[in-house]
């Protein structure tokens, strides 16, 4: 289970205008950008990202739950720009995972996820790297 609506809004408004200033350079955090479906406006969201595996694939909690705002807008535009560590790169071919046992993520992680009961994450790869078949 998701966290709460009502606390995605409040951080939506409190905690990610603060979060936004140093998101893009502090290790496992990112900032998504993306473009709403309906508005045409770019949106910019600090997300949890971490590597999966060895071919440029990244995997970011869903802690608000598969019907986020920017969720919906990553899965209908086929990706989103990401700013991580002060890089700024193409993710694409997002797909969303279900896994209980929050086996993308680093341990660490893992044990707060199950704490708060998300199991829902998004996998993309960069742009600029092919996916081994």
């Keep these: 289970m998701p966290l709460p609506k009502r606390l995605a809004r ?3 408004v409190v905690t990610n205008p603060i979060v936004r200033r140093v998101a893009g350079w502090l290790p496992g955090f990112a900032i998504v950008e993306h473009v709403g479906r309906r508005s045409g406006r770019t949106y910019r ?3 949890n990202i971490f590597r999966a595996g060895p071919e440029d694939r990244y995997v970011i909690a869903l802690t608000y739950g598969r019907d986020s ?3 919906r807008n990553t899965l209908a535009a086929g990706g989103a720009d990401v700013e991580t560590r002060g890089r700024r790169f193409r ?3 997002p797909e969303i995972v279900h896994d209980e046992e ?4 680093p341990p660490p ?3 707060i996820l199950r704490q708060v009961g998300v199991s829902d994450f998004l996998l993309m790869r960069r742009a600029d790297r092919p996916v081994a078949r």
């Design 10 to 12: 409040f951080n939506r």
């Design 45 to 47: 969201t600090p997300v």
């Design 69 to 71: 705002g920017w969720v």
């Design 91 to 93: 993710l694409v071919d």
């Design 102 to 105: 929050r086996s993308l993520m």
């Design 109 to 111: 992680v893992r044990a």
